[in-house]
């Protein structure tokens, strides 16, 4: 994302993080994340918020190079009123659900459990408030069932998507060319913090199985119930063709079992299965076309859960 904004010929006052935590639990890849943006910002500042930020003392420092907008993605703080009127537009934030529905921080998970990742898995831009993910829409884009079909597609279908929206319609809004749409008032599911257990039901398919291993990667992660014993799914092998009415078959590193619409074949997790899939995405993530994402202006069109 940052390097299409930087590709467009635009600028990067600084890059505000909440990396402590993260850096702590996978140090090698916040150092190579750092390295990265130091080759292409240079001595753009890089910023870390403490558990406990100095919110003036950050509207000072940002407020210094006089920017034109604030630009986030997964920044799990609420940012003041004293940060964001420093910029000259305001602040803008990638929700990764279909706003209104399933605001929160967990809406991937939530999409995924409840089935819902079909009518509402995607990506809004819209404007930051101070209500979590309850500011006015700009621009979305949806996600396909094929992007849910592993962990690396989705990311990859994100990151298209948000790219698209940053150059497409961010300097848009900038200029009073776009303006943004209100959002539909009404009671909508939230994307809580904590996570179901992901338990393959009769109800799932076999899309929804593989949307479901495509976010659910912490413990316990997706689960078969075989005798009553529990069994963690890694990712899919392949169809097996139409469900058969069979109980659930296991082997030491593979298990085959009905969807409410296939009998599928799946690899057991284990840590060394997941490290070879995670380099089998890394690869096949630089072999995919980064193409850029369609995205449509407003807000998405549906009804809230109580019809209104």
């Excluded at 000259?88 to 819902?116: E, I, K, M, S």
């Excluded at 898995?121 to 884009?141: C, K, N, P, R, W």
């Excluded at 179901?196 to 109800?203: C, D, G, K, L, T």
Aim: glycine share 8%; net charge positive; charged share 20%.
């Amino acid at each position: 994302m940052i390097n299409a904004w930087l590709d467009a010929g635009h600028t990067v006052s600084a890059i505000v993080t909440c990396a402590p935590t993260a850096g702590f639990r996978h140090p090698l890849r916040y150092l190579a994340l750092k390295r990265s943006y130091r080759r292409r910002l240079g001595a753009t500042p890089l910023l870390n918020l403490p558990k406990r930020p100095d919110w003036d003392d950050l509207a000072r420092n940002l407020g210094a190079t006089a920017p034109d907008i604030a630009v986030t993605y997964g920044f799990m703080r609420r940012i003041p009123r004293v940060v964001l009127q420093v910029f000259r537009h305001g602040g803008v934030n990638f929700h990764p659900a279909l706003l209104p529905q399933y605001r929160g921080p967990r809406p991937f998970h939530w999409l995924a459990y409840d089935g819902a990742w079909r009518d509402f898995g995607g990506v809004t831009l819209h404007l930051m408030t101070q209500g979590f993910d309850e500011g006015d829409i700009l621009a979305y884009s949806r996600f396909t069932a094929q992007d849910w079909s592993s962990r690396a597609k989705r990311d990859l279908a994100l990151a298209s998507a948000m790219a698209s929206m940053l150059t497409g319609a961010v300097p848009e809004f900038c200029a009073g060319r776009i303006a943004a749409t209100p959002q539909e008032p009404g009671t909508y599911p939230y994307a809580r913090l904590e996570t179901p257990v992901a338990m393959v039901q009769p109800r799932h398919g076999r899309d929804d199985v593989a949307a479901l291993c495509s976010c659910f990667h912490q413990r316990p992660g997706v689960l078969v119930d075989v005798d009553g014993l529990p069994v963690r799914l890694l990712n899919e092998v392949r169809s097996l063709g139409a469900a058969t009415g069979e109980k659930p078959v296991l082997t030491r590193w593979r298990i085959a079992f009905d969807t409410a619409d296939h009998r599928v074949l799946y690899r057991r997790y284990s840590s060394l299965a997941r490290r070879l899939e995670r380099l089998r995405e890394r690869w096949n993530a630089g072999l995919l076309p980064a193409e850029p994402s369609a995205f449509r202006l407003g807000a998405p069109p549906f009804t809230c859960e109580n019809g209104s």
